[in-house]
């Protein structure tokens, strides 16, 4: 019987929140302008992170009744590809992020479905030059509330263990809403935070087609945003959608061993501070493996690996993560 994967450890690392202040009236006490300017039109860095997600298997059907508690870390290093029009070089960021989530699986109108929070903790820096001149920043703390609620409309019906156990995979057709509150660290007075200061809300349909030991799997998704009201300096700031779209191919060993190769593109997020459009439109692809390995009956391992291939403009990052996944019923 196969036992359920993590939903919630898709969101990767990079949770800096580094932005354009383009229409800001800045006044750096103590640094530079050179030093100033570094970190004050950084406008991709961030923008599309949670765009970045690969999680095969996320609308995979499950038995009810099904708890689970996982505990996860991943790095991301890599480059930042920023509007040529700003004067900046060598820009680099190495981030980590470390989350303990928690999921539980139940029937809802019928039809399998599944809770899940996520809490997570991040700690980085990032690095980059004006002329000759390098600065850097760090930041660490508590990351903001992560919670996903999905459910499968078309193919998986709510089954206790036993049944789930009998059945043969059909195709299935899901859909989840995920929240992001606005509870991670974050200070108005600095322009890089960890904590967004704003909801972020991802409605999304997942289909999943199984081929003997294939898996074939396409998600669609958009990320929407409220506005800041308290960005740097007080000024209000508005992010456009981003929407997702995710591939995976996947091929079961047995229950709780599975590779997967995985895909997405994301495109969105252009930025408007105190009311001026700032030149950072996302337009970007990235491919990963991803891995479960079984760990006795109830354990489970995740490994990751996912790298930008095209990026228009943000982070181009690599990015390993490991997850350890602990299982039991009710």
Known sequence: MRKPRSPVIGERPCLLRITNTRGVKLKAKGSSSCGGWLFLSLAAATAACRA???????????????????????????????????????????????????????GLFGRSAIASLALPYVWGDVSGAIGEEQREVSRSGLADVRVRLGMNLIGGPALSAPEFARRQPKPTLGVSLTAVAPSGQYDPQKLINIGSNRWSLKPELGLSYPYGHWYFEGYAGVWLFTENEEFFGGSPRKQDSITSLQAHVVYTFRPQLW???????????????????????????????????????????????????????????????????????D
């Not at 997600?53 to 995979?60: F, H, K, N, Q, V």
């Not at 099904?66 to 960021?93: I, M």
């Open 52 to 106: 970045q997600e690969l999680e095969p298997r996320s609308y995979s059907p499950n038995p009810t009744g099904v708890q689970f508690l996982a505990l996860a870390y991943s790095r991301s290093t890599g480059g930042v590809l920023l509007d040529p029009s700003v004067p900046l070089t060598d820009v680099e960021a190495r981030m980590n992020a470390g989350v303990v989530g928690y999921g539980h699986t139940f």
């Open 259 to 329: 590779l997967a190769f995985d895909a997405n593109y994301y495109r969105g997020g252009a930025t408007t501070t105190n009311g001026v459009r700032d030149a950072d439109l996302q337009s970007n692809t990235r491919v990963g493996l991803t891995v479960s390995l079984p760990a006795g009956t109830k354990q489970s391992v995740k490994l990751s690996w996912s790298n930008g291939v095209a990026t228009r403009l943000g982070s181009d990052f690599s990015t390993l993560g490991v997850t350890w996944q602990y299982t039991w019923f």
